[in-house]
C-alpha cells in the first residue's frame, strides 16, 4: 500500500512534465520559421508600398490628400501671403497644383525601388522590423531607398515641373515677389524642394500603411502575412 501511494505523485509529476513538454513542443512548432517569416514580411511591404505609390500617383493623389499636399515652402510663405495680398491668388494656386501634379507624375516610379529593397533585405532586417517598433518598415526605407529616390525622383519631378508649369509659375511668383521693395528675395528654383516633399509624402503614406498591417488584422491578406504578424503580436504581448 505504501508503495502504491508513494508512485501516485511520480505518476502525476511524471504525467505533468509530459504535457509542459507537449505544449511546449506544440508552442514551438506553431512558430513560424524564417523562411515564413520573410515570406509574410515581404508579402506585407509589398502591399505597403504599392497601395502607397499607386494612391500617391493617381490625380490628386497629392493635391487631394491633406496629410502630403505640397504647399509653398516655408520660406516662401510669406511671399506667398503678399502675392495673394496684391491680387495674385491664380498665380499662387497654379503653383501649388502643378507641384502636387508634378509629385504624382513622379511617384510612378517609386514603387520598383522599394521592390528592390525588400529582395535585399537580411534576415536580422526582417526581425528587427517584424519586432520592432510601429514604424520600423518605415524606417528601413528611408535608410535603404532615399538616397535613389532622391537620384530617380529629381530629374522626372524637373522635367515634370517643366511640363504641367511649375518652374514657370513659381519662377514668375518668385519673380513678382523679388520686384517688391523691402523684402528678402527667395530662390526661384522650386526642383530641390519638390523633390523632398514628394519623397516625404510617400513615406508618411508607407507609415500609414505600415501601422494599419500592424494593427488591423483583417488587411493582412495573405497566409504567410498573417502567420509572421500573428507570430510579432504574441512575442510582443510576451506570449
Known amino acids: 500500500m505504501k508503495k502504491i501511494l508513494i508512485l501516485i505523485p511520480l505518476v502525476f509529476i511524471a504525467v505533468t512534465g509530459i504535457q509542459t513538454i507537449t505544449r511546449s513542443a506544440q508552442a514551438y512548432a506553431q512558430d513560424p520559421s524564417a523562411l515564413q517569416m520573410a515570406g509574410g514580411l515581404k508579402d506585407a511591404l509589398l502591399q505597403g508600398t504599392g497601395k502607397s505609390t499607386n494612391q500617391l500617383s493617381a490625380v490628386n493623389g497629392f493635391f487631394g490628400n491633406a496629410a502630403v499636399k505640397i504647399l ?37 516610379q517609386a514603387e520598383p525601388i522599394f521592390v528592390d529593397a525588400i529582395k535585399h533585405m537580411s534576415f536580422t532586417d ?17 535608410r535603404a531607398t532615399t538616397a535613389q529616390l532622391i537620384a530617380k525622383f529629381k530629374p522626372i519631378i524637373k522635367v515634370s515641373l517643366d511640363k504641367v508649369g511649375a518652374t514657370k509659375y513659381y519662377g514668375t511668383a518668385a519673380g513678382e515677389y523679388n ?25 508618411v503614406e ?34
Open 72 to 108: 509653398f515652402p516655408p520660406e516662401a510663405q510669406k511671399a506667398e501671403k503678399t502675392l495673394r495680398r496684391i491680387g495674385l491668388n491664380s498665380l499662387c494656386d497654379k503653383v501649388i497644383l502643378s507641384m502636387n501634379r508634378a509629385a504624382e507624375d513622379a511617384a510612378k
Open 206 to 239: 508607407i507609415a500609414l500603411e505600415e501601422l494599419n498591417i500592424r494593427k488591423n488584422i483583417g488587411v493582412r491578406s495573405t497566409p504567410l502575412m498573417k502567420t509572421a504578424f500573428s507570430f510579432a503580436d504574441k512575442v510582443k504581448k510576451g506570449l
Open 126 to 142: 526582417v526581425t528587427n522590423i517584424l519586432l520592432g517598433k510601429q514604424d520600423a518598415a518605415t524606417q528601413y526605407f528611408k
Open 179 to 203: 520686384k517688391l521693395p523691402f523684402v528678402s528675395h527667395i530662390n526661384p528654383d522650386i526642383s530641390d524642394y519638390a523633390t523632398q516633399k514628394a519623397i516625404d509624402g510617400i513615406f
